[in-house]
């Protein structure tokens, strides 16, 4: 088990966009990802936020409510979104301690290659799509304050911020 530092904000690599997979990603690599996640008791963790600069994340929605349910999603597209937009708060593992409201659509068409080279296709909708979601920014430089208003971002950073001193 090999548990990776987790990139903080406003750690420059957070904001650029990642170059897509070329070839297999190491099997060693994917595991201490998801050793690096589960010991932060997140549920998603993009390759960017262990410095990585890839197009690849990794995600258990289920495994905090006993029902793991593990996922590596490389060169993820994705197809559609459903319209119908839902605001939630949101955290980040590379944002600890803050939780901001982000509007997302409520369901997505997704493809991906997993880790064995199959490439799939499926619908996702509710929290899943959003953990989605939320990786799929970080994989375009995206993090949830870029989400907010000027005025509300200055306070969710400057209270982030104030935390980490």
């Not at 029902?67 to 994705?78: A, C, D, G, K, R």
């Not at 509710?126 to 306070?155: K, S």
Request: net charge negative.
């Amino acid at each position: 088990m090999t548990v990776r530092p987790i990139l903080k904000w406003p750690d420059p690599r957070l904001s650029q966009k990642c170059a897509p997979v070329d070839r297999e990603v190491p099997g060693d690599l994917i595991r201490d990802m998801f050793d690096t996640m589960y010991a932060a008791q997140g549920r998603g963790l993009a390759a960017p936020q262990i410095g990585v600069m890839q197009r690849f994340f990794v995600m258990d929605c289920g495994w905090k409510e006993g029902e793991p349910s593990p996922m590596v999603m490389i060169n993820p597209v994705i197809m559609a979104a459903e319209r119908i937009p839902e605001v939630m708060e949101e955290g980040c593992l590379s944002i600890p301690g803050i939780l901001v409201p982000v509007e997302r659509p409520k369901a997505v068409t997704v493809q991906w290659t997993a880790a064995e080279g199959d490439i799939h296709m499926a619908d996702f909708d509710g929290f899943v799509a959003r953990c989605i979601q939320h990786e799929f920014d970080h994989l375009n430089g995206i993090v949830t304050f870029d989400h907010l208003a000027p005025a509300d971002r200055r306070r969710a950073e400057s209270e982030y911020l104030e935390k980490q001193q």
